[in-house]
């Protein structure tokens, strides 16, 4: 087991765009927002900067390729940019990207921005051709909740639940979600909802209705990373580090090999395990303060806090049910609304999240703020159950 | 001897009924009123002529084409290329190997019985097996009368020398442009004259001058016909002609009216594979198509037709598991009769590459995965590693068709968000028996009709229609299994 490189790198400063339908804005717009407050908090000028990954993932339909367009935003002063791509995780690769950087000692000071104009496709929910020209010709018509939608009925038949109570701990994971983005101004939805309202929306994929689904909308979210030591001669006092940075790839085993029942994601398992290694964390559990998973589906919430050994195989529906997940539950999720109140601006989610759990280890997160947190942990899943990428970030204050 | 060595055939699950088309457009048209009864078939939306001769052939040859197969035929009106030859698409589906003899007839409803009749004029010749198939997805104007007449299907007919169930005896070809109806080139449907005259100065002058040519031919009478197949959408006409010739009338057959209309190229075969499945050895079968003239054919069924059993039930299973359809806008939208509001998602570039199409046509078309020769695990698709985390071998695969494996539903779902013609759109992990695995599409599922664990079989279907450059995706979907379930 490699060293890692939990607290080799601190958070000198993040931003985050308003999320949600952004009509007046651009993507370079969006970029902007987010990189102004990022800045600002860094204490920083742009010219100190030697190192930037810029994520986005449906680039024909805003900013195109490669890693001008933010370079040309920022003006950037000729440093190496890096465009990257790897679905809903592409947001934390470009995190991870410049962390590695900084660890590395390639670069002091290095910035990861992501980004995504959805809005201009002119209908709801993600475009869905993104399968190249072999796929094409073979993979099932599914749109996104389609393919997550199938997560209930596997884990239906494997933990024998009752598909009504499942339905209810889906809508809870709605429920408390849409509670948190109520308090967040940063939120694309900021209304709460009830059970019944969850219950009772039109079907989208079965057992997925419109309150089971994240939204769709625009953003951008931005962090400067450098060294815990660069980061107190700037003046930073309360340093946020990252614990760890992990990331798991599906290989064919789930969409073509023989073993997975369709229940869980093999991939954040891995993810996890190697996270906590990292991290030193041996019961999540009780470690974790908070968390902010890829929570693009409720249903994906809901195995996924299996999936990160907080709660225990064929249980995580009790425990939302059970409040355990609340904001003042045994480890709050989503605590600024999630994707499911942020919308899922695929290049931003994962900065997005990571924003909120450095806002909250600060204890700059206002009226969600919670009790004394030490450790957050960031999930994003991109792809489809049986076929995709899965990163976790752990960060924390230092020396947690 | 030459003759018929097997036989297959398929109608679409689809049963439009017809009251349902009357009660719509018989404001426009009261004389529908008269053919309220009964129901047509009609194809799912996944559906040509080309994916219907393709399970008619499953039906006919089962898993595995003989080995001295050395010929397909495909005989259609609406094939679903102009030029790209749908024989041989059929053939990769149906894994025939590709040192084979391909062939597309059309241009006449009497492609399907001449083409059959060349076949065995000239088996003496050849040193294996035909497969024959013929197949009409009939395309009619909205509100007219051929609406309700016409349906969809397919035949298969397997032709060789060894083991027939039903000699050739011999045929007869009566070729005169006689223009009952016609379509002309890049024109949708068919233009028809009166019926009246088609029946008085069509079939009953035509046909038996053609049945007195045959009779003279063969040491056979009309007396000794057992069965007489004559698709004829006027009724009566078969009857008439059978008396005027002297064949006993028990010997003519229904034209599946009721159950199905008239399916075109194929509907002749249709008929003749049912007569097949029902027959008794030693019976004498009377094959008459009808086109700018007629074809007659005259077959001796032999003490094995009893024991050819098609291999997904024959005609008669497909008859047998029809689904009610009620709503006539449906059949408008599957037949791209009614211009619909699709969506913006429905405007996805559905372009195929065609040199990538090439490389993985037995992937895609002929639904090849891989088996590795190490570990015996079997993996769609074929891959360089074995899928295997305990094998891992490199370059170890054999080809492994998953055409004809048993196959469950693992997880589903019913997408109401992706396009589909048909939304909700049902898709699923498919788990086969003996290993391997596919997120598939499902179709001929109802909202509501799926579950987890349910049997499937594969079919060959339409996946995407490139509407924008006049191409069709096919690829393999799973279909609840009728053997199973039923």
Known sequence: MPAGIRDRVAILGMGCSKFGERWDCDADDLIIEAYEECLKDAGIETSQIEAAWFSTAIEEIHVGKSAVPLSVALRLPYIPVTRVENYCASGTEAFRGAVYAVASGAADIALAVGVEKLKDTGYGGLPQNMAGAVSNMTWANASAPGSFAQLATAYQKKHGVKPEDLKRAMAQVSVKSHANGAKNPKAHLQKEIDTDAVLNAPMIAEPLGLFDCCGVSDGSAAAIVTTPEIARKLGKKDLVTVKALQLAVSNGIESSGEGWDGSYFMTTRKAAERAYAEAGITNPREQVSMFECHDCFSITELVTAEDLYISKEGTAWKDFLDGFFDADGGVPAQIDGGLKCFGHPIGASGLRMLYEMYQQLLGRADKRQLADPKIGLTHNLGGFPHHNVSSIAIVGLEGA | ?486
């Open chain 2, 1 to 486: 001897m030459a003759g018929i060595t097997g036989f297959g055939g398929y109608v679409p699950r689809l049963r439009l009924q017809r009251k349902s088309v009357v009660e719509a457009n018989g404001w426009f048209n009261p004389g529908l009123a008269g053919l309220a009864k009964g129901e047509r078939s009609m194809c799912n939306w996944d559906e040509d002529s080309l994916t219907m001769a393709v399970e008619a052939g499953r039906d006919c040859i089962g898993e595995k084409g003989p080995a001295d197969l050395r010929a397909i035929y495909l005989a259609s009106t609406t094939l679903p290329f102009a030029d790209r030859q749908n024989a041989t698409v059929a053939a990769t589906a149906l894994d025939l190997g590709e040192d084979l003899k391909t062939v597309d007839l059309t241009s006449s409803q009497r492609a399907g019985t001449s083409g059959l009749i060349d076949v065995l004029e000239g088996m003496g010749e050849r040193d294996g097996q035909v497969l024959f198939l013929a197949a009409d997805h009939r395309q009619t104007a909205a509100s007219g009368a051929q609406e309700l007449q016409m349906g969809d299907g397919a035949a298969a007919m397997l032709l060789g020398q060894n083991n027939v169930i039903a000699e050739y005896l011999g045929s007869h070809q009566v070729s005169v442009d006689f223009v009952d109806h016609y379509r002309g080139q890049n024109r949708d449907f068919d233009y028809n004259w009166e019926e009246r005259w088609i029946r008085d100065e069509g079939y009953f002058k035509i046909v038996p001058r053609g049945i007195d040519a045959l009779f003279a031919k063969v040491d056979v009478a009309p007396s000794d016909v057992d069965v007489m197949i004559m698709p004829a959408l006027i009724r009566g006409v078969p009857q008439k002609i059978a008396k005027g010739a002297g064949i006993p009338d028990t010997a003519v057959q229904d034209n599946l009216h009721a159950v199905m209309g008239e399916a075109g190229t194929a509907h002749a075969l249709i008929m003749l594979s049912k007569a097949l499945q029902n027959a008794k050895p030693g019976q004498v079968i009377l094959v008459i198509g009808w086109g700018q003239g007629c074809d007659l054919m005259l077959f001796r069924t032999t003490d094995a037709v009893t024991s050819f059993k098609p291999a997904l039930g024959g005609v008669e299973s497909s008859l047998a598991r029809g689904k009610a359809e009620t709503n006539y806008n449906r059949y408008l939208a599957f037949n791209d009769l009614i211009d619909r509001d699709k969506g913006i998602r429905a405007e996805t570039d559905a372009q195929t590459a065609l040199s990538t199409l090439y490389r993985k046509r037995e992937m895609v078309l002929g639904f090849k995965g891989g088996k590795c020769t190490k570990c015996g695990t079997v993996q769609y698709p074929k891959a360089h590693i074995c899928v295997n985390p305990n094998c891992g071998a490199w370059h170890s695969q054999e080809d492994y068709r998953f055409s004809d494996v048993p196959c469950t539903v693992q997880s589903w779902t019913a997408d109401g968000l992706t396009y589909s013609p048909d939304p909700p759109t049902h898709f699923g992990m498919v788990t086969f028996e003996g290993g391997g695995r596919l997120m598939a599409d499902l179709t001929d599922v109802d909202k509501g009709g799926v579950e987890v664990g349910m049997p499937l079989r594969m079919v060959f279907r339409i996946k995407v229609e490139d509407e924008r450059r006049g191409f069709k995706k096919y690829f393999w979907k799973a279909a609840p299994d009728h053997r199973k379930t039923a």
